[in-house]
């Protein structure tokens, strides 16, 4: 059974759910979560050519998927912002002192939220229903 349509659905879920959150101010988990939703995108889409997805960096899954579809640069560098929201989001030991809290704005959580739409945008043009 292909599991596609069930990981690009949480994938937009959790983007909602992100987009839904900004007003409360937890910028560094909606900016892990943004990372996520872009993440499970990328991996419905390695189900979609029943591959077997494995690891986290977005832009490196994006990598392995270039000899099935052409993946535009700006895809890629996107990806790669995203990426660098995997670690420093949820651990304190990603900066020299304080917390995740009190590093990630505003305009960092849309930033994620924007580049993850944009993700999800992408592999939806190759998700078949």
Do not use: H
Not at 41 to 47: P, Q, T, V
Not at 97 to 121: H, L, M, S, W
């Amino acid at each position: 059974m292909k599991r596609n349509l069930d990981w690009l659905n949480q994938a937009e879920r959790d983007l909602l759910f992100a987009k839904e959150t900004i007003s409360k101010g937890y910028y560094e988990w909606i900016c892990f979560i943004a990372q996520q939703s872009a993440e499970k995108a990328i991996k419905s889409l390695f189900y979609e050519f029943n591959l077997e997805p494995w690891g986290y960096s977005i832009s490196k899954l994006f990598e392995e998927l270039k000899e099935k579809i052409d993946i535009p640069q700006e895809i890629i560098e996107v990806a790669k912002y995203l990426d660098k929201l995997y670690i420093p989001t949820r651990y304190p030991n990603g900066f020299s002192e304080g917390y995740p809290g009190n590093y990630y704005t505003k305009n960092d959580a849309e930033k994620a939220i924007k580049n993850a739409r944009e993700i999800i945008i992408f592999v939806k043009k190759f998700i078949s229903k």
